[in-house]
């Protein structure tokens, strides 16, 4: 089993973003392994202090599988933010490759 995040993307209501639009952030979870993984999870650090998003049932990526995950998050405060995402936060599966988990992506978020 080897988890790894693809294609991390965000999608904007408008360019630039601002204060309190809704963010959707999406991404791929890919199984380079041999074995399904039946618990797959996933973590985003919003990079604002706020609370990390996350999925809180697990998702089934079978061998050789891709599966599309999605989250929503909207800021409070104008800034530049780095998003975290770590797959198998916890270390819950165990991986041939545990060092390619994560990925980060980058936000402005303009004032009103």
């Given at each position: ?5 693809g ?10 973003v ?13 199984n380079?392994g ?11 650090s919003r ?14 990526v ?20 780095t998003l ?11 991986e ?14 303009g004032d009103?």
């Amino acid at each position: 089993m080897d988890l790894s995040p693809g294609a991390f993307a965000k999608s904007f209501p408008s360019d630039p973003v601002f204060v309190g639009d809704s963010i959707i952030v999406s991404f791929e979870i890919r199984n380079s392994g041999n074995e399904s993984v039946p618990n797959a999870f996933y973590r985003i650090s919003r990079g604002d202090g706020g609370p990390d998003l996350g999925n809180n049932a697990p998702i089934v990526v079978g061998p050789g599988e891709t599966v599309f995950a999605s989250d929503v998050l909207t800021y409070a405060a104008p800034g530049n933010y780095t998003l975290n995402l770590t797959l198998d936060p916890d270390g819950a599966v165990n991986e041939t490759d545990e060092g390619n988990n994560w990925m980060t992506t980058f936000i402005v978020v303009g004032d009103v």
